[in-house]
Nanobody, 124 residues
Framework: QVQLVESGGGLVQAGDSLRLSCAAS????????MGWFRQAPGKDREFVAT????????YYADSVKGRFTISRDNAKNTVYLQMNSLKPEATAVYYC?????????????????WGQGTPVTVSS
């Protein structure tokens, strides 16, 4: 069992930055790849970014590439999502999730533990 708790969401203006955190507890955090997903009001959940267990591999959705950075600190059992140059279309609830292996894919398949989400609102 893995418990995930996201934090860091809030209300910002377009162009601002925000850093989300996801704290994990339970099974050994460093054994798992981590992902960030988001779900905007009235839309399906979509992939944002993923990172391998070591942090050596990352993969991003085209819509956030170059503006968002995923990272992890295995000593703190935490994964981060640094979001720069935020746009109103980034408004969503952001979720972190774990999966046993890293894949360079948009899929949410294989992610077996999810957090409750943290809301991000970007005003124009």
């Amino acid at each position: 069992q893995v418990q995930l708790v996201e934090s860091g969401g809030g209300l910002v203006q377009a162009g601002d930055s925000l850093r989300l955190s996801c704290a994990a507890s339970g099974r050994t955090f460093s054994n798992y790849a981590m992902g960030w997903f988001r779900q905007a009001p009235g839309k399906d959940r979509e992939f944002v970014a993923t990172i391998s267990w070591s942090g050596g591999s990352t993969y991003y959705a085209d819509s956030v590439k170059g503006r968002f950075t995923i990272s992890r600190d295995n000593a703190k059992n935490t994964v981060y999502l640094q979001m720069n140059s935020l746009k109103p279309e980034a408004t969503a609830v952001y979720y972190c999730a774990t999966r046993p292996g890293f894949v360079s894919s948009y899929t949410s398949r294989g992610y077996n533990y999810w957090g409750q989400g943290t809301p991000v609102t970007v005003s124009s």
